[in-house]
């Protein structure tokens, strides 16, 4: 069984930065592709950020609209993955949910989600 616990969300002023993390209690976290998705009051959640396997090592994708100001990184030993947020805009508002995804067997997890609100 997999839990995912986000923290690190709350009030920000725009061109200000967050760090969100998450963090993976389970077995065989290097197995998943984590990542980042935000869902906005009356919008469909979508894809932030998604850190994939590669032949050599884990490379990152993002959504067009966080491109150039979002990082994902994981920590293996930490069981952790995070997203570094800059140049945060008011329509970054929204909750963040944390994303475990195994590609062998599609199995998927979901934390409860962190509100990010970005305003004056």
């Known amino acids: 069984q997999v839990q995912l616990v986000e923290s690190g969300g709350g009030w920000v002023q725009p061109g200000g930065s967050l760090r969100l993390s998450c963090a993976f209690s389970?077995?065989?976290?290097?197995?998943?592709?984590m990542g980042w998705y935000r869902q906005a009051p009356g919008k469909q959640r979508e894809s932030v950020a998604n850190?994939?396997?590669?032949?050599?090592?884990?490379?990152?994708e993002y959504g067009d609209p966080v491109k150039g100001r979002f990082t994902i990184s994981r920590d293996d030993a930490k069981n952790t993955v995070y997203l570094q947020m800059n140049s945060l805009k008011p329509e970054d508002t929204a909750v963040y949910y944390c994303?475990?995804?195994?590609?062998?067997?599609?199995?998927?997890?979901w934390g409860q989600g962190t509100q990010v609100t970005v305003s004056s």
């Open positions: 994303n475990a995804f195994r590609p062998s067997d599609r199995r998927q997890f």
């Open positions: 850190m994939k396997r590669g032949v050599y090592s884990y490379y990152a």
């Open positions: 389970g077995s065989l976290f290097s197995t998943y592709t």
